[in-house]
């Protein structure tokens, strides 16, 4: 079962909620309305003890933080 992160269009509030099925509707807990969307959520993967994307930057190069300018996107925000 994933878990994705939703926004309110009505009331602005974000949630987290457990989706079963892609067409399934989604309320707000906050104000019950059904307007909601399916945020973009960040994860991140290690596979045999190194992350993707080590040791250069998965972000391009027009990415400038002090993390993925140093190729090592692990300890940016991005």
């Known amino acids: ?21 892609s067409d399934e509707t989604v309320s707000c807990p906050q104000c019950g309305s059904q307007d909601t969307e399916k945020m973009l959520s960040k994860c991140a993967h290690k ?22 300018s140093g190729g ?3 300890t940016c925000a991005h």
Do not use: D, Q, W
Not at 6 to 18: M, Q, S, V
Not at 51 to 68: K, L
């Open 1 to 21: 079962m994933p878990m994705y992160e939703f926004r309110c269009n009505k009331c602005g509030g974000t949630f987290e909620e457990l989706v079963f099925a």
């Open 47 to 68: 596979t045999a003890g190194f992350a993707i994307g080590e040791g250069s930057s998965s972000h391009g190069s027009s990415c400038s933080c002090a993390g993925c």
């Open 72 to 74: 090592n996107c692990a």
